[in-house]
């Protein structure tokens, strides 16, 4: 019993607390008003990561893998007859990542195991549906 709890204080003394509870990854839904639009995701370096038709889930890297390396995204919404819509999604600390080391994770989740994983970070919003407006008709 006592090895038992040896194991399990070891894997909170070495872990984050996010890291335990949080993916590296997030399912954002992409949804638009009218859906079809075409969409284009690009991260912060200008990469494209995803593209696709609304709706649609797509799974998105939390962390970049670098020390306290949060993604950030642009989704570019675009529709014949529509203007195209540009929106952001960004990473932002999560609960688990603030109090649970508190409780658990101490300085070992707070300054090194959580800070490369991205489980202490959250993308927001979780779901786009951007309205998109008609494009004025030229003559």
Known sequence: MKKLIVVFLSVFALSGCAT???DKTQLVQINSQPPGA????????GRIVSQGTTPQGVTLA?????YFGKKAYQITFSKDGFQPV?????SSVNGWYIGG????????GWLVVDPFNG????????????IMV?????H
């Open 134 to 138: 008609t494009q004025p008709i030229s």
């Open 62 to 66: 939390k962390s970049d893998g670098s």
């Open 38 to 45: 075409s969409f284009q995701i690009k991260d912060e370096t």
């Open 86 to 90: 540009t929106l952001p999604i960004k």
């Open 119 to 130: 489980g202490m970070y959250n993308l927001n919003p979780k779901e786009t549906n951007p």
């Open 101 to 108: 080391n508190i409780v658990f994770g101490g300085l070992i």
């Open 20 to 22: 335990i509870v949080g």
